[in-house]
T-cell receptor, first 114, second 113 residues
Framework: DGGITQSPKYLFRKEGQNVTLSCEQN?????MYWYRQDPGQGLRLIYY???????QKGDIAEGYSVSREKKESFPLTVTSAQKNPTAFYLC?????????????FGQGTRLTVV | GESVGLHLPTLSVQEGDNSIINCAYS??????FIWYKQESGKGPQFIID?????DKRQGQRVTVLLNKTVKHLSLQIAATQPGDSAVYFC????????????FGRGTSLIVHP
């Protein structure tokens, strides 16, 4: 079945470490997104990419980095510069053509700093 | 700045009642809206969408109403069931722009058996 897969589901990070969250989609979508969700909060945009080898900062990009070397993959690295990384991270994808298009989400990665 | 927001953070209803979840938007150029449902520990899922040239759209047990005059969107769930318990988000998009889903805070719907 087509879909979007995030891994791992749970991730623990020590202070000062960089960690990378995986996001893969087989929906042939051009656009991919990373959101951060804190308890009782909405989804805040970290980074997005509308085409391979191109990506843009979202509202809270500081302390994060991404790459888009393949259409199917959009990994997110949480760097040691991110001071409060504990959160639920959601990856999404959508068709780029047209504006009437829904986003498809992965099941999320819960990151905890220990 | 312009944003999508929700009026009520938590809504509690009895099983079988109808639920209404509201959303206010301030971007007058937005003309496509989506409601998503997020169950605990999972990613949001599409429920229903509506274009700005419509004021009502119905799905299975759900209805979305759009009032462009007051920039208000609502999601009505008929005969609410315990399985409807989740956080509901509205998202908006502006025609002609890059589609970047913009979400509000969300409303937590709690259905009591």
């Amino acid at each position: 079945d087509g879909g979007i897969t995030q891994s791992p589901k749970y991730l623990f990070r020590k202070e000062g470490q960089n960690v990378t969250l995986s996001c893969e989609q087989n929906l042939n979508h051009d656009a991919m997104y990373w959101y951060r969700q804190d308890p009782g909060q909405g989804l805040r945009l970290i980074y997005y990419s509308q085409i391979v080898n191109d990506f843009q900062k979202g509202d809270i990009a500081e302390g994060y980095s991404v790459s888009r070397e393949k259409k199917e993959s959009f990994p997110l690295t949480v760097t040691s510069a991110q001071k409060n990384p504990t959160a639920f991270y959601l990856c999404a994808s959508s068709l780029r053509r047209g504006w009437e298009t829904e986003a498809f989400f992965g099941q999320g990665t819960r990151l905890t700093v220990v | 700045g312009e944003s999508v927001g929700l009026h009520l953070p938590t809504l509690s209803v009895q099983e079988g009642d109808n639920s209404i979840i509201n959303c206010a938007y301030s971007n007058s150029a937005s003309d496509y809206f989506i409601w998503y449902k997020q169950e605990s520990g999972k990613g949001p899922q599409f429920i229903i969408d509506i274009r700005s040239n419509m004021d009502k759209r119905q799905g299975q047990r759900v209805t979305v109403l759009l009032n462009k005059t007051v920039k208000h969107l609502s999601l009505q769930i008929a005969a609410t069931q315990p399985g409807d318990s989740a956080v509901y988000f509205c998202a908006e998009n502006k025609a002609g722009g890059s589609y970047i889903p913009t979400f509000g805070r969300g409303t937590s719907l709690i259905v009591h058996p």
